[in-house]
């Protein structure tokens, strides 16, 4: 009987093109957290539809791709504590139970910030400015309090949230202009005292700026100087197409990892609208009025600049993939398009695309593109 030989090489061919077919269903099929596994957390912001369950489509994005979770607005004071010693924890204890269970890294946003904070913090029944000590006991009693009541269930808070002016100074708040720079070490260890494992960070937008990632960093080494616990830096991720550049985000990134603390982008988007002026930031008390050329995509993106948009998204998550080593979190502001402040901010009225599912709730390319640069990082 005779045995006919195998073409080993068509063989070889065959198994090859299996393969490349197996890499790219799996590729296809794979999610973010996933692809991201062992680089960093890929987390997302919850609105209060998320967070009770209306909004069942976003919850099915939110559990197939994401396995960290940040309140948008309900854990902010207004929220919370809208009259003095009366807390509202509704809403928030949703959004805990929502990380429980399903097993996210569940971050608190946030304790001390100037702004979404209740007129009543800072002054008396006459509205006149309180004194530091009463002012020190109110936000350390609304520490105590939230922190406190998600002792082990929240992972890690914003402790102190936008401190900090784009030249390196300390903004003039309430908070600094009644207890003075001390506000920022007070409230991390207040925080400390309340939940001692609790991971706590300080965040801040337009940190690539110079003058302000200088001033982040001295303030951070005074900090530590004096004993205080911070673990981690959150970066605000709110880019527009050209600001800021991926090498002054990098340099940030780098000078805050040599503190020996964590480093987050928080608050990630990407929007594609014209800013009203450049080096926009993200302060909320910016009020632009609304005006056409401001708004040219009402009715969706063209290819080319659609494609711009994938790019420079992309030269983001490549810059967060190269220094996975020092990231330890990426947190996208929203889950789709329709649902970001960006359409609101800093020109009411206008239509914006900056984020990683569309309005359909569909991924856009850049979700397969940021898990194919993924899988080929070792």
Not at 17 to 22: D, F, G, M
Not at 249 to 263: I, P, Q, R, W, Y
Request: aromatic fraction near 12%; include cysteine; charge should be negative.
């Amino acid at each position: 009987m005779r045995i006919r030989s195998f073409n080993f090489t068509v063989v070889f061919l065959f198994v090859v093109l299996l393969s490349n077919c197996q890499t790219n269903r799996n590729e296809s099929e794979m999610t973010l957290k996933e692809a991201l596994k062992g680089k960093f957390l890929i987390g997302v912001a919850l609105n209060a539809d998320q967070i009770t369950g209306r909004d069942t489509a976003g919850i099915r994005v939110v559990q197939q791709h994401f396995n960290s979770i940040v309140a948008e607005n309900c854990m902010k004071s207004e929220s919370l504590q809208p009259q003095e010693g009366k807390f509202d924890f509704s809403l928030a204890d949703q959004f805990v139970d929502f990380g429980e269970k399903n097993n996210m890294f569940t971050v608190g946003h946030t304790l001390i910030w100037h702004s979404q904070t209740p007129r009543w913090f800072f002054v008396d029944e006459n509205g006149n400015d309180v004194s530091r000590e009463v002012l020190i006991e109110r936000m350390k009693n609304h520490i105590t309090t939230v922190v406190g009541r998600y002792k082990g269930r929240v992972h890690g808070w914003d402790v102190v949230n936008e401190a900090m002016e784009d030249d390196g100074s300390l903004r003039k708040s309430k908070f600094y202009q009644i207890i003075g720079e001390d506000f920022i070490r007070l409230a991390f260890e207040f925080a400390h005292e309340a939940d001692p494992d609790a991971e706590l960070y300080y965040n801040d937008y337009s940190m690539a700026k110079k003058e302000k990632r200088e001033g982040v960093v001295k303030m951070v080494k005074n900090l530590q100087a004096e004993g205080v616990k911070i673990d981690g830096i959150g970066m605000q991720g709110h880019m527009t197409m050209d600001f800021p550049t991926i090498e002054d985000f990098e340099e940030s990134m780098l000078a805050f990892a040599d503190l020996g603390v964590k480093v987050m982008v928080t608050e990630f988007d990407l929007s594609v609208l014209p800013p009203p002026r450049r080096d926009l930031g993200a302060d909320l008390s910016l009020d632009y009025t609304y005006d056409k050329n401001l708004n040219p995509f009402p009715d969706g993106l063209p290819d080319d600049i659609a494609e711009k948009w994938h790019n420079r998204c992309l030269d983001f998550f490549r810059l967060f993939l190269k220094h996975s080593d020092k990231i330890d979190r990426v947190t996208i502001w929203g889950v789709n398009d329709a649902q970001s402040w960006r359409n609101y901010w800093p020109v009411k009225g206008r239509t914006d695309y900056p984020l990683l599912f569309d309005r359909n709730y569909q991924p856009k390319p850049i979700v397969e593109a940021i898990i194919k640069e993924a899988l080929a990082v070792n």
